[in-house]
């Protein structure tokens, strides 16, 4: 699901996202969710998901080869 920005919010960016500015996901804590967004285009809106669904993910990306 695609949110309108939250005000104030803190996005900080991944520490796997390296320091050549590629492929970079900013995360903020919204208290009982998770956004995430693309550094690169953040004006274009963020998915919200529960933090249990965002533990699942995580999870899930931490599986793949």
Known sequence: MSS???TH???R????S?????NCVEIA?????IAIRDS????TGHLTLTRQTFSTLLTHLAEQP
């Open 13 to 16: 960016k991944s520490t796997h």
């Open 29 to 33: 804590d919204l208290n009982d969710r």
């Open 4 to 6: 309108p920005e939250p």
């Open 9 to 11: 919010t803190a996005w």
């Open 40 to 43: 690169k285009s953040p004006h």
């Open 18 to 22: 390296g320091g050549n500015e590629g």
